[in-house]
């Protein structure tokens, strides 16, 4: 009897432990795809981790088989002993609703074939932007439930001794409203809303019919102008304030003096400042002010007098940037010198040669005035850097390209433009089909820094702006690699923009989600994404490159979202979305 039960003691646990190991092996988690779909004639592949069997399956959501394939010979990972198979799926075009299965390993997460595939998320994160509106409630009306009141009105700023000058001596209050929340914080940066206003503005020019069909639910959306430029115009209307009517010199940034605690914007009520004019902010300002004065020339009746006001604010903060080509932001001598310390976001820059090529270049493109472009070097290096806040001239670079035909004196400089971005896309595309994650991130462990998740949507518009060069649609295809890396196909796992994927970031570093009591967050904001240098010192599972995050509130270092990161999202899936 006691040998009966034994036997039947050892069957159930190993029962136990065999649908204990079969639950493990069937984890989505193992198949990173894009959580929300592909195109029907684009490339469409999903990465296997481990070791696995050769062969996988696209079932319908009733099990039935609907293509078989096989998995490639196993990849490496440069980052660690991580080895993967690519489930390459591009010849099965049908449109529906499908998971990938690889017997004897798991089933993926679901996912779609259609047409404009990622339409949702294109509005998804556009609307992100809507979210961070300052000085404005958001209604249930356009929020959802991630309705909220009104914060940080900011019509009684204070001029911060710092930025005193003799029209405006210290303590002089004006009023500054309007504008996106930058971050996870409620402040207020030139130089970081210069590269977002660059970037969304940049995809108006390049894709401006289908930009025009786009609605976002957001209260100016009934009227004639395009809700993107209606959101762009939220936050420009603020920065138009941030210019010393006197010299044309252009404020740093507006801020509280110490970052907020984690509560809604209506509960921040802290004395705010605008602080230090500096070269950087002037440049990036005149670059913002150029541009959308040649965009909103054609709005002049639904805006009357934006143009011409952006203009003139355009062409005098170049003249101060001129006269002062060096005042840099250092937020520690400044505090040295000046009461209240101020110690949010630095953003301080010391090269400003870049600052002042995309400011000449969006001058030049909207007066055709060949000084501008004649005062600066186009071409001060051999290398082009990837656009980041503090690194804008392939923005310039971009703009004069897309605007070739009204700038006939510069046809050899634009076509050495051309030939740059196009190297360029080509060495991002170099050795991306033989990575473990077949996709353009990740060529090197450099691409993982804050805010990586930008990296890869930036990567992605060298690509598109090489695809619209050559009209070759390889780089259109290694683009959306990039997006499928940022909806789910990464060594995370993770879709790093909330409220899209089955698999997406729920708590990010960013004050209304933590303090509004709603369990998702608020939706459409990209999260910063793998960073190893953990510079929060969060908890996370890995500290390998392509792995370092972590879905927690606290790690600003790769779970904060940011404007500047949402920007190149949205321009890439808007870009792609506007092609496919």
Not at 205 to 212: A, N
């Amino acid at each position: 009897m006691q040998k009966e039960v034994f036997v039947f003691v050892l069957i159930v646990i190993t029962a136990c432990n065999v649908q204990s190991q079969r639950k493990e092996k069937l984890s989505p988690d193992d198949i990173r795809l894009n959580q929300i779909g592909y195109y029907p004639t684009a490339p469409k592949s999903a990465v296997i981790i481990g070791e696995t069997p050769t062969t996988f399956l696209i079932t319908t959501p009733d099990g039935r088989k609907v293509f078989e394939g096989q998995l490639s010979e196993i990849r490496k990972s440069k980052f660690s002993d991580k080895k993967t198979r690519i489930a390459d799926f591009s010849a099965f075009t049908t449109p529906g609703n499908y998971t990938l299965v690889v017997p004897g390993v798991g089933t993926s997460y679901p996912f779609e074939i259609r047409a404009h595939v990622h339409d949702a998320v294109a509005k998804g994160a556009a609307k992100g932007f809507y979210y961070q509106r300052l000085s404005t409630d958001l209604p249930e009306k356009y929020a959802g439930k991630w309705h909220r009141a009104a914060g940080e009105p900011d019509d009684k700023v204070l001029i911060h001794p710092s930025a005193a000058s003799a029209n405006r001596p210290e303590g002089t209050v004006i009023s500054s409203p309007r504008g996106w929340l930058d971050a996870g914080d409620y402040n207020k940066y030139i130089v970081n809303s210069g590269i977002t206003m660059g970037t969304l503005l940049s995809l108006y020019e390049d894709f401006p019919e289908y930009v025009k069909t786009i609605s976002l639910n957001i209260p100016e959306s009934n009227n004639t102008v395009p809700d993107l430029l209606d959101e762009a115009l939220w936050n420009l209307r603020w920065m138009l304030t941030m210019q010393d009517p006197g010299d044309g010199g252009v404020y740093h940034k507006l801020t509280n003096t110490t970052f907020d605690r984690m509560i809604m914007p209506d509960k921040a009520t802290r004395t705010r400042y605008v602080v230090q004019k500096g070269t950087a902010a002037t440049l990036d300002f005149a670059a913002v002010t150029a541009q959308a004065a040649r965009i909103f020339r054609a709005y002049d009746k639904e805006l009357p007098g934006l143009a011409d006001s952006c203009l003139t604010a355009a062409a005098q903060a170049w003249q101060w940037a001129k006269k002062n080509p060096s005042i840099v932001y250092d937020q520690d001598a400044m505090n040295r010198a000046f009461e209240p310390d101020v110690t949010t976001g630095g953003y301080g820059d010391r090269d400003l040669t870049d600052e002042f090529v995309w400011a000449a270049a969006e001058l030049y493109a909207t007066t055709q005035d060949a000084q501008y472009i004649a005062a600066v070097t186009l071409l001060p290096r051999n290398a082009t850097p990837l656009p980041a806040w503090a690194q804008v001239r392939l923005l310039g670079y971009y703009t004069l390209i897309r605007n070739e035909l009204t700038l006939p004196e510069a046809h050899d400089k634009i076509e050495t433009l051309k030939q740059s971005i196009v190297h360029f896309a080509d060495s991002l595309i170099s050795g991306v089909d033989t990575r473990a994650f077949n996709v353009v991130m990740g060529g090197s462990a450099r691409d993982y820094i804050w805010g990586s998740s930008s990296v890869a949507a930036n990567q992605g518009i060298v690509l598109i702006q090489a695809y619209r060069i050559t009209r070759d649609k390889k780089y259109l295809n290694y683009a959306l690699s990039n997006l499928d890396f940022l909806m789910g196909k990464n060594g995370t796992g993770y879709s790093f923009l909330t409220g899209f994927g089955d698999k997406s970031t729920m708590h990010p570093h960013h004050r209304p989600s933590i303090a509004d009591g709603i369990a998702e967050p608020v939706p459409g904001l990209l999260a910063g994404g793998p960073n190893p240098g953990m510079q929060d010192k969060c908890k996370y599972s890995s500290s390998v490159p392509d792995e370092a995050y972590s879905d927690t509130d606290c790690s600003y270092a790769s779970n904060e979202i940011a404007i500047n990161w949402n920007a190149p999202f949205v321009y890439l899936v808007w870009a792609i979305e506007a092609t496919e």
